[in-house]
């Protein structure tokens, strides 16, 4: 089992940034960022495989949001231009599949969330 912890959220305005970090304490394959807003099922927001060469976006995001990963294990988020409808706990997930995968039940370490509030 790898323990996950993010950081980062906070409050912002619209049209404002924040980057995301998730730190492991071991070693990871594909990895990725989900997030879960008020009333609604957790989503897909990006994923990153193990040697970081693929990447996927959910359609929601695609172009203001940029995932990456370090050598040190840690995995990180830019979202940029965030909307009210970004507002979610965000959280860092990994599987043991090497390439990205969007089905959540394949995730089998999550971290415990960081919140993100985007007021308009």
């Known amino acids: 089992q790898v323990l996950l912890a993010e950081s980062g959220g906070g409050p912002v305005q619209a049209g404002g940034s924040l980057r995301l970090s998730c730190t492991a304490s071991?070693?990871?394959?594909?990895m990725a960022w989900f997030r879960q807003a008020p009333g609604k099922e957790r989503e897909f927001v990006a994923g990153?495989?193990?040697?970081?060469?693929?990447i996927q976006y959910a359609e929601s995001v695609k172009t203001r949001f940029t995932i990456s990963r370090d050598s040190n294990q840690k995995l990180f988020l830019k979202m940029d231009n965030l909307k009210p409808e970004d507002t979610a706990t965000y959280y860092c997930?990994?599987?043991?599949?090497?390439?990205?995968?969007?089905?959540?039940?394949?995730?089998?370490?999550w971290g415990p969330g960081t919140q993100v509030i985007v007021s308009s």
């Open positions: 997930a990994a599987t043991r599949e090497f390439e990205v995968v969007i089905d959540e039940s394949k995730y089998v370490d």
């Open positions: 071991g070693r990871t394959r594909a």
């Open positions: 990153i495989n193990w040697n970081a060469n693929d």
